[in-house]
């Protein structure tokens, strides 16, 4: 069984966008995984198609409304589905490399996007959604947000990556950044590749590669030593 993917959106134009090319966009045509973009205002029984209304309570924006989205969901997502029920949202738990690899090890995901001041509080709750953060900035929509999430999760499905050891090397999944890389010239503009990696002592690379390792997180992201491994 190949991940499948249902977003629901007010914008099913936006996809499968950049998620159409390259390694996504392959893997996608190769069936790897699939991709359902399901227009929200199909889910609406006014003649107005209206997917918002003002917030209770007062105050700016607008907000989705529970009945129209639980429709929607309802229909991707029946009872049964074992796929987690995503929703893109600021306030949620942010999104790591750790629950990208859960992911990527189940049937799929169904991801709701958000849109206007967000989504009605007894939807999250009646529907079990998971909210989902992709860092501590606001988006307009969920969708960007969506496409990162997937970005993320399908360069892990089997077959997708070319070289299945650059996914193990990168940074987070030994809870370190990674370290600098470099390729040809030797010399560029004075600068010259460091001495150890051009001097064929693997032992030798590894010991540096870890070294950068450590003292790029220090410096960068002291928040992430004393983690634990991210993979085991
Ligand atoms: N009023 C909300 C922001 C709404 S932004 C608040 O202050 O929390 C509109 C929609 O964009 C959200 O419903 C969500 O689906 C999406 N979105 C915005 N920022 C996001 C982020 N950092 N991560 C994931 N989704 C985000």
């Known amino acids: 069984m190949s991940f499948s993917a249902s977003v629901l959106t007010l914008y099913p134009e936006m996809f499968p966008g950049a998620l159409g090319l390259s390694l996504a966009g392959r893997a996608l045509e190769a069936g790897t995984w699939s991709l359902q973009a399901i227009q929200i205002r199909d889910f609406t029984t006014d003649k107005h198609r209206t997917v918002d209304d003002t917030p209770a309570g007062g105050g700016a924006g607008m907000v989705m409304r529970a009945d129209v989205l639980a429709r929607a969901i309802d229909h991707a997502s029946p ?136 003292g790029l997180t220090k410096e960068r992201r002291p928040d992430l030593l004393g983690t634990q491994p991210l993979v085991k």
């Open 79 to 214: 009872l049964g589905d074992p796929r987690p029920r995503l929703l893109m949202s600021p306030r949620g738990k942010p999104l790591t490399q750790v629950r990208v690899r859960e992911l990527a090890a189940g049937p799929g995901a169904v991801i709701l996007c958000g849109r206007f001041e967000g989504v009605d509080q007894r939807l999250i709750e009646a529907r079990g959604l998971e909210e989902v953060s992709i860092g501590d900035f606001i988006l307009s929509g969920g969708e960007p947000a969506a496409l990162v999430l997937l970005d993320a999760v399908v360069r892990l499905l089997p077959g997708v990556m070319g070289n299945a050891v650059s996914g193990e090397e990168e940074s987070f999944e030994n809870g370190l950044l990674e370290h600098p890389h470099y390729t040809r010239p030797q010399e560029f503009e004075g600068r010259e590749i460091p001495e150890v990696l051009i001097s064929g002592n693997h032992k030798k690379i590894a010991a540096w590669r870890r070294e950068q390792s450590e």
